[in-house]
């Protein structure tokens, strides 16, 4: 399975918010309402936001303040809100993004770069074709897409370990205090598998899926896109058990693109082709207790990409397609 191909992104789930940014914030249920409680700046009103990208953009995260983004041409941007600056430019596409203290890490080509303040430099080269980026205060990992291998890089020592090999690679991996979630796409046979961060090795939690795309978490529940003869969206119990629960099916030909979740629901990307204006694409907001699902936002001419979510607002990229008036960009939708 080819990674650059227009129409089936490479994403992840890199949408982590600093821990360590000083000061809280409390927002009522009227996103203008803000409640100070003691922080240097005041945060201001949530606004919808569009911006237009040079190219179309692959991996998202959210930074604190700022959303920051990688595209096909190699390049890294960032938009805090008042200014979108491009950080950096590489020649191999960006292929995943991940925020951990008061530093972003990102992968191009085989190398691993870190971004400390303003500056960016190789962390780790020679990783063969990292993807799926993610970090925490101790370790990256990385999907080797090319070799099937799923890989911890000390933050300290940049020693790596080899914590699962030839897996069956499926597009998704995320992470949460203590494991990593990887989609297995072995022929016939796929399945979610969790990973111990400091041991490896792959436990399966839900098996067996037809077709395993992204996945993601949150305290209790993990949710998977399962493309399939028919595209559909899943929710199981993190730590494997009962049946997982059907969220949303029969969404016949549609090309599921990417998800994010929060505590209460999942939004969900994706796009299907159409006769005469290319793809339609879709975003979906699904509530984990399946009573609602909501459309957010809907465009011809563009596929819509990655997914990303915080506190006040969703993400998301759009894919640019060849003949296109429509421009590839980044949105934003407050909650």
Known sequence: MGRGALLIPLVALSCGERSDIGGVVLASSDASEIIDVGVADVVPPCADAVLTTTHSATFIAVDGPRVLWGTQGGELWSHDGAATTLIVTEPSPIAGIAV???????????????????TVSPFLGNQGDPLFVEADDQALYYMDFTHQNVVRIDKTTRM????????GRGPGM???????????????????LRITKTVGGGQQIVAPISSPKHVTVNATTLVFLDQGNVARVWAADKLGGPTPVLLLGELGNEQL?????DATSVYVTSWVNTTNNGPHSTLRRIALDGSKTEILAQADGVAFNEVCNDATAVYWTSVNVAGSSSAATVQKKCK
């Open 100 to 118: 951990s203290g008061q530093k972003v890490y990102f992968a191009a080509g085989s190398t691993i770069f870190e971004l400390d303040g303003e």
């Open 174 to 192: 995320t992470m949460d205090e203590t494991s990593l979630y990887v989609s297995s796409g072995l022929v016939g046979r796929g399945s979610i």
């Open 160 to 167: 790596t370990r080899q914590l699962l090999s030839a897996f």
């Open 257 to 261: 693109s990417d998800l994010s979740l």
